[in-house]
């Protein structure tokens, strides 16, 4: 993971906008996040794909792909996975897929096509600088995001068993607008390119998203949540687990969350979370796990692995 060094806390967002510690601690579960000042999304997912392939002992010339995946990408072309590749002076093929803050989960999956071709390493990065892309107005938004990044190396195998995906196509709960453009032809309309969300509506989705799809992955694979050592969530908001512990009857203690500390980091939250629970030494070979997601697509996804 890379997370920027700056730390920005609740009481320094209630100086921008109509909110304070108690509210977002509350409702949200976020104390602080970090927020890039000069990292752009590349460096950020650059520093975090050095510090995956260090860890596991593997060269940028052994990767046979890059996966990239980010909301907040510096430019749409090229990649975040064309710029990784091309800072660590790899040569294979890397391009993005967009899933929002379930594309690290897409992304998982589309490696296991190729390694079901013969791909030995892949490289996984999940990148996100939603600093610039929230409306710092919007206290509704700006509160709940953060920087950061994420990225594991795959190798091929057979620990990764089950994945489940669903996606209920629209922009009316979570949009984020492209730039407007500047063409004279246009009549359209030129909404301004931040995140737009109906939280509500995003809150139940996501509470329904968990329950049902960790429940269905441990039944398909006849396993038991005394199987199972850690949840992984995307960390969106605290209550959100909560809630969907109660609705699935996951206890609490399953879940890995560490949304407090770095808030919402889209892409990045999950792997940010796995790399805190291997380092912490809370993560051993042969543990079962379970990742899941949710975000703007609508899009949810969860995956059953032995890591
Ligand atoms: O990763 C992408 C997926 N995104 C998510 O998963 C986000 C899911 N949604 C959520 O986490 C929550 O819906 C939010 C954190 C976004 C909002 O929390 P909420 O409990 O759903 O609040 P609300 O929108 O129902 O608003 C409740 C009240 C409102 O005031 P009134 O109308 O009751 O007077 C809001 O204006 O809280 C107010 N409010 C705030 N107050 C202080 C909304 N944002 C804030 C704020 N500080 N930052």
Not at 29 to 43: F, L, N, P, Q
Not at 56 to 81: M, R
Not at 105 to 113: D, K, M, P
Not at 219 to 243: C, F, G, K, M
Request: hydrophobic fraction near 40%; proline fraction near 4%.
């Amino acid at each position: 993971m890379y997370v920027p060094e700056k730390v920005v806390t609740n009481d320094d967002l209630a100086q921008l906008v109509d909110t304070n510690d108690e509210w977002i601690q509350k409702r949200v579960g976020i104390k602080e996040r970090r927020i890039a000042v000069t990292e752009t999304t590349a460096d950020m997912g650059y520093e975090a794909a050095k510090a995956a392939l260090d860890n596991a002992g593997i060269s940028p010339d052994e990767l046979d792909l890059i996966l990239g995946a980010t909301v907040s990408g510096d430019d749409i072309s090229p990649s975040l996975a064309c710029m990784v590749q091309n800072k660590l002076g790899a040569t294979c093929l890397a391009y993005d897929v967009n899933a929002a803050c379930s594309a690290f989960l897409f992304l998982l999956e589309t490696a296991a096509g190729y390694f079901a071709r013969g791909a030995k390493n892949v490289l996984v990065v999940g990148a996100e600088r939603m600093s610039r892309i929230v409306d710092w107005s919007d206290r509704g938004t700006c509160v709940i995001f953060g920087d950061g990044a994420g990225a594991c190396v795959l190798s091929a195998g057979d620990n990764y068993h089950d994945s489940i995906f669903t996606v209920r196509g629209g922009d009316d709960v979570i949009k984020i607008p492209a730039a407007p453009g500047k063409s004279p032809f246009w009549q359209g309309e030129t909404p301004e390119p931040f995140v737009r969300m109906n939280g509500q509506e995003t809150f139940k989705y996501a509470v329904t998203a968990i329950a049902n799809d960790v429940n269905a992955l441990l039944e398909r694979n006849n396993l038991t949540l005394d199987d199972i050592r850690w949840i992984v969530p995307h960390q969106a908001n605290y209550r959100i687990i909560e809630s969907a512990s109660k609705r699935g009857g996951i206890p609490m203690e399953k879940f890995y969350l560490n949304i407090d500390r770095f808030g919402n980091t889209s892409s990045a939250s999950v792997p940010i979370a796995l790399d805190e629970l291997n380092r912490a030494g809370k993560l051993d070979r042969g543990d079962k796990i379970i990742l899941t997601a949710f975000g703007g697509g609508l899009a949810n996804a969860a995956c059953l692995l032995t890591w």
